[in-house]
């Protein structure tokens, strides 16, 4: 396959050479279907671009793990509008939690409806927001509001593999009051390919609009994100749904596994400002947005926020590849402990922390 999408015959042997003069850029990348459907146009240029592509930055959502969801509302403005300056196609502002199970949050742990119009008004400019919704952690029938009564376009249903039919019957609230939907499967290096593709077969047969796959310990590598996204993209296909990559970045592998999941057919493309996002972070948006060549995206206001907003934020959060994420990654286990040994006296306690992980499984 090349950058492009189309078969080559040389994907597959790592001593074969590529023709730069003949690849597209991989941000160009034709229709997924087009390598295997003969009538589907070939396109093979460094000057084309996938406008079925969608960015989505969960940089508030996400980072919110790591301060417990606490940002200044300017903060939250400046990413808004740098978002929307940009040309990005969604901004997810942070969960629909329940406050009978998380009393003591920060504002975008909960996304009131005064708290999203603080931020947007009554009228998104130019862009879509969602939220995320946890299984069995969000009052869903009474904190989702309908669609008509609210600035949000999309919710987003987070489970494990454990929680699908729970989640499924979010989704079908979320569908019924008139958002758009996906469905995250977390901690997908964990789960069994048998109960994988029995949870995909009933998830994609629900109203979902958009299946994500999910390395939610920055676990994987580029290879199983490209096997992995395709059993995705077949069975979402077959059912009308797209496929979505959100990656960790453990191994400092978030962007490549998300570039590997668009080539393989994801069209929804997470990614957060300076890789802002729980432990080792997300795949950082300013690299995406510098790969992919769809003129309505635009760097430069990205890059003003970062400048701006995350350089001083260094100085507070801690977050972004080190050895004890990478560590947890390798291990294929929730980063819980890194990110507990990053907030202790000891932070860079690398060896001890190492045999602590490993000392059962040696």
């Known amino acids: 396959m090349t950058a492009q999408g189309g078969d080559t015959g040389a994907r597959h042997d790592p001593g074969a050479r590529h023709d730069p003069g003949t690849q597209q850029h991989p941000g160009t990348q034709q229709h997924p279907g087009a390598a295997h459907d003969p009538s589907a146009p070939q396109i093979d240029s460094w000057v084309t671009f996938r406008p079925e592509l969608k960015v989505l930055d969960c940089t508030i959502r996400d980072g919110g793990l790591m301060n417990d969801h606490r940002f200044e509302d300017s903060f939250v403005q400046r990413i808004y509008e740098a978002d929307v300056a940009a040309g990005i196609d969604y901004v997810e502002l942070g969960y629909k939690a329940d406050r009978k199970i998380f009393a003591d949050a920060g504002p975008w742990k909960y996304c009131t409806e005064d708290d999203l119009r603080r931020i947007v008004g009554d009228s998104p ?44 019957d979010m989704v079908k609230d979320a569908h019924d009051k008139g958002y758009q939907t996906t469905f995250n ?8 390919e048998r109960d994988l593709l029995d949870a995909l077969e009933v998830i994609v047969a629900s109203p979902v609009d958009v299946v994500y796959v999910v390395d939610s310990f920055g676990a994987f590598y580029s290879e199983q ?83 701006d907003l995350f350089v001083p934020l260094r100085q507070e959060l801690d977050w972004g590849y080190s050895i004890p ?38």
């Open 125 to 168: 400019d130019g862009i879509k927001l969602t939220v995320m919704a946890d299984a069995e952690r969000t009052d869903y029938h009474t904190d989702i509001l309908p669609r008509e009564q609210s600035v949000l376009s999309g919710i987003r249903i987070a489970a494990y593999v454990n929680q699908v039919p729970a989640a499924l």
């Open 185 to 192: 499967l977390m901690a997908l290096s964990t789960v069994q």
């Open 225 to 307: 994100i490209r096997d992995l996204t395709g059993k995705f993209v077949k069975l979402a296909h077959e059912a009308g749904k797209e496929v979505g990559i959100h990656a960790h970045n453990n191994q400092q592998l978030a962007y490549a596994n998300t570039i590997e999941a668009m080539l393989a057919g994801a069209t929804w493309l997470d990614a957060t400002m300076c890789g802002l996002g729980r432990g080792a972070g997300n795949c950082p948006l300013e690299l995406l947005l510098g790969f992919l060549k769809n003129p309505k995206f635009h760097l430069r206001p990205v890059l003003q926020c970062v400048q």
């Open 325 to 362: 994420y990478m560590l947890t990654g390798q291990l294929n286990i929730h980063p819980r402990m890194a990110i507990k040994l990053r907030e202790s006296s000891t932070p860079d306690n690398y060896v001890e922390f190492y045999d602590a992980l490993t000392e059962d499984t040696d």
